[in-house]
């Protein structure tokens, strides 16, 4: 399981954390939550790793509903 991951896990069990985190109203904001929600529990997670698990989920949003 990488940094993320644990994040994840650890967000899908807290909906407090969950409810806090999708109310972020930019990239920005919700990297500085993750960020710091991973500091607090000693879970290093960069900026440049969210981007680019954002940049996946979209890239592999985009593939399904777009035709090839």
């Given amino acids: 399981m990488n940094n993320f991951d644990e994040i994840r ?3 899908l069990e807290d909906r407090g954390l969950m409810t ?3 109310s972020a109203a930019t990239d920005a904001e919700l990297f ?3 960020v ?3 500091r607090e529990r000693g879970i ?3 900026d ?3 981007e680019e698990i954002v ?3 979209r890239r ?3 593939e399904r509903w777009i035709p090839l």
């Fill in 36 to 38: 710091a929600l991973g």
């Fill in 44 to 46: 290093i997670v960069a």
């Fill in 9 to 11: 896990r650890i967000v």
């Fill in 48 to 50: 440049a790793e969210l």
């Fill in 20 to 22: 806090t985190l999708t």
């Fill in 55 to 57: 940049r996946a989920n």
């Fill in 32 to 34: 500085a939550a993750v």
């Fill in 60 to 62: 592999a949003w985009f």
